[in-house]
């Protein structure tokens, strides 16, 4: 018995109890939309259930393995890992702010050192500068050096122009006309000098000395003597001859000399070494005393080589007068013994700057 019938016989027993009226017009579309509905619910609960034994299926003989794994044991494996991976994270992060807080104090310092240089660079600047124009007065008055001096003066106007303060115009304004002064100044060619100096002193070996030249005066005069003997011996014949002879001996007792002055005195052959030595060390104490500033004792050590030169040479060679006129010339280069005055750049710096005086 369907749905249908039982609706029918249910109608008819309606019908027969009551009055009959007229039924809507729409109750004849309900029973297709019921009977729709009904089989969707049927056609979902099959795939439901067919889905459900497919799973099954899968998992009693394909997948058998999964009943006998120990899920709870895992589950607690995995929470420990957490818990661990945590911890370390804990670490990490605890790590990473002493590293923060390290690189802050680390900013801090550079910030401060930067700071100290900044307001150090003014100070250190015209230290620099200062300790610059001391050495151009050193080497200018103790050294005799302007060349150093000038290189010294115009490195502290470069400093000084680094800073590119207007406060420090006067100072600059010093610097220029000592400069200016330096430039104008009249150079000594010291390099020069030393080597004309060291050229002389190699040269020393080949100066002929006076001995040789009254050695060969006296080999010269042997003939004469001999000669002499043999006309006194022939002259002995007679008496007048003899007389003469003998006031002739007397006379030669005393001999004046007008020339006393040109004779070089006579040095033994053994000493001649030493003499060389002596001119060379004169020649050579020139060169250390030009090199040195000492311009006296330069002075003293040429006119010393000059008069060993005039006293045991022999004069009149080429050699010795070549050597007796380059040491007149090197005498009598123009020595600058005042120089300029370049102190009052640094007074006036010191005085700027609020430093003391040096003692």
Not at 290 to 315: C, H, M, V
Not at 329 to 341: C, F, V
């Amino acid at each position: 018995m369907t749905d249908t019938d039982s609706k029918n016989t249910a109608a008819e027993q309606a019908t027969a109890t009551k009055p009959v009226t007229p039924a809507p017009k729409k109750s004849g579309d309900e029973p297709p939309k019921g009977r729709l509905l009904g089989g969707l619910a049927v056609i979902l609960a099959s795939l439901a259930l067919i889905a459900s034994g497919y799973l099954w299926y899968i998992m009693l003989y394909e997948r058998a393995d999964l009943f006998s794994r120990d899920i709870v044991g895992a589950l607690d494996r995995i929470e420990s890992s957490s818990n661990q991976a945590q911890e370390t994270l804990a670490g990490s992060q605890a790590e990473i702010k002493t590293l923060k807080e390290t690189q802050d104090a680390i900013r801090a310092s550079l910030e401060k050192l930067n700071s100290d240089l900044r307001s150090n660079r003014l100070e250190w600047a015209l230290t620099e500068t200062e300790q610059l124009m001391i050495i151009a007065n050193n080497r200018l008055q103790l050294g005799r050096d302007p060349s150093s001096a000038l290189a010294a003066l115009r490195a502290a106007d470069r400093q000084l122009q680094q800073l590119a303060m207007p406060k420090f115009l006067p100072v600059r304004r010093e610097l220029a006309r000592e400069i200016t002064s330096l430039e104008s100044h009249e150079k000594l060619d010291i390099g020069g000098i030393t080597l004309r100096l060291a050229t002389l002193a190699d040269n020393v070996d080949k100066l002929p000395l006076a001995l040789d030249i009254r050695l060969r005066e006296v080999a010269q005069a042997e003939p004469s003597a001999a000669e002499n003997k043999m006309q006194v011996a022939s002259a002995d014949r007679n008496w007048r001859q003899s007389a003469r002879s003998l006031w002739q001996d007397i006379l030669s007792l005393v001999r004046i000399r007008e020339d006393v002055a040109s004779q070089r005195p006579l040095l033994p052959p053994e000493q001649q070494y030493f003499l060389r030595e002596n001119l060379r060390l004169m020649l050579l104490s020139a060169q250390q005393a030009i090199l040195q500033g000492s311009f006296p004792t330069y002075q003293e050590n040429l006119k010393s080589a000059q008069r060993l030169l005039k006293d045991y040479f022999d004069y009149e060679a080429q050699v010795v007068t070549a050597m007796q006129a380059e040491l007149t010339r090197l005498q009598s280069a123009k020595i600058l013994t005042d120089m300029p005055d370049i102190t009052t750049s640094l007074s006036t710096l010191r005085r700027m700057s609020g430093r003391s005086e040096a003692p």
